[in-house]
């Protein structure tokens, strides 16, 4: 069996390529850190991180149709002969579908969520209180600019200060996510974009936009960071500025990302799922926000009107586990 490979030119390509399972957050596999498995004779590449007993798997293969089940067969395997199981995550409908016929149980995790920019505005009643949140940040003196990826180093020390402040109020103890969010820097920076916003030149809030491909492609809202106890409204109007640059470049799609416990269907759940664990997702969604602001963050997604709900899965490697589930979080730096 083969090792694994790493090559962030061959993963964006095989993301760009074989977009069949429509993951808007597929741009989440060139993340540092990740691992890459290929397999000969195959096209196309699985990207995880091991977490204990457990390599923890985003999205399905990024593979051709042809390559598809034989490279998740073979990573099933290489996984196995390490004496690992293998947990698979934002899985999108068709992976679901895949790989509940190849044995694994697989649940409805969470959602994503779209607004179609075509027809998107922030007109009307239904957007008035976002609009007083724009305008107030837009009169306290806030600036939006697109920082270009060759200057993004001349504001580093700024974005250091605003993460520092922001995880400084989540507690002692708070880690920055990693893995399923996205990340600032690197040889991936040139395809993201990031828009700044500063008051009297001070950095206060940004948002990175990652590329999405696929028939809904476009850009997704991926890391957003403030520092606390500024202007009420900075990351709407940052995320206000940005549709207007991308609606004037023709921009289809925005998308909001991945958010675990939210859109639950009983509707969207495949034959073969496990009730309980599809208790323990209800459960989370009710009383979780302390492993995961899974009401917050959707609140702030629905300020936007998203008109797209995309159902995302988790798939594990024989009976549904709560160890397994646990080390997905594991995986994304959460504890």
């Not at 964006?12 to 597929?26: C, D, G, K, M, W």
Request: aromatic share 12%; proline share 5%.
């Amino acid at each position: 069996m083969p090792a694994p490979t790493s090559s962030d030119s061959q993963v964006l390509r095989a993301v760009r390529r074989h977009t069949q399972a429509e993951n808007p957050s597929s741009f989440l596999t060139l993340n540092s850190g990740n691992e890459v498995f290929t397999s000969p004779d195959t096209q196309g590449v699985i990207v995880y991180r091991r977490a204990g007993r457990f390599l923890v798997q985003f999205g399905g293969p990024f593979a051709d149709e042809d390559s598809y089940k034989e490279l998740l067969r073979r990573f099933v395997a290489y996984a196995h002969q390490r004496g690992l199981r293998v947990v698979g995550v934002q899985l999108q409908f068709k992976d679901a579908g895949a790989y509940a016929r190849n044995g694994f149980t697989v649940n409805q995790i969470g959602a994503s969520w779209a607004v179609d920019l075509s027809v998107f505005t922030l007109r009307g009643t239904r957007f008035m209180q976002l609009r007083n949140k724009i305008s107030r940040a837009r009169r306290n003196g806030l600036r939006v600019t697109e920082v270009d990826a060759a200057d993004a180093s001349r504001w580093q020390d700024g974005l250091r200060e605003i993460d520092e402040a922001w995880l400084g109020t989540k507690g002692d103890d708070a880690r920055a996510l990693e893995f399923l969010v996205g990340q600032i820097g690197g040889p991936a920076q040139k395809h993201r974009r990031l828009f700044l916003g500063t008051i009297e030149d001070r950095p206060v809030g940004y948002i990175s936009y990652a590329p999405v491909y696929g028939s809904r492609a476009g850009w997704m809202h991926d890391l957003s960071r403030r520092v606390p106890g500024g202007s009420p409204g900075l990351m709407e109007a940052i995320n206000a500025h940005a549709i207007e640059v991308f609606t004037a470049e023709e921009v289809a799609w925005l998308h909001f990302g991945f958010t675990p416990f939210t859109g639950l269907d009983v509707n969207l759940e495949l034959d073969g799922h496990s009730p309980s664990f599809r208790w323990l997702m209800h459960f989370l969604w009710e009383h979780g926000e302390q492993l995961y602001p899974a009401k917050s963050q959707l609140a702030y997604k629905e300020k936007w009107a998203p008109q797209l709900r995309i159902p995302e899965y988790v798939a594990f490697d024989g009976d549904a586990s709560p160890a397994a589930f646990a080390h997905i979080f594991r995986a994304c730096n959460a504890f």
